[in-house]
């Protein structure tokens, strides 16, 4: 795949969400989601997890422990536990 054009476009709507919405908006976490997801498919796990940290941290704030974006946050982070290989 062409992961780094993906990351370059996610970065661009990063950009964009940070000068409009700024950091903690839950718009700005699906963002990091995305980037998060690529990382982890290019194979760059620790920095899927950052990404995957990040949006999870953002949503916590902004939408709460019950939120279905924050569970989805929780679920990324252990796909990519999962494809990295640490079970623990």
Known sequence: GEYDKALHMHEK?????????GEQHPATATTYSRMG????????HDEALQMHERALRIRLVMLGE??????DAYSNMGLTYRSKGEYD
């Open 13 to 21: 709507a990063r950009q964009i969400r940070l000068a409009t919405l």
């Open 66 to 71: 019950q939120h279905p974006d924050t569970a």
């Open 37 to 44: 997801s690529t990382y982890d498919s290019k194979g760059e």
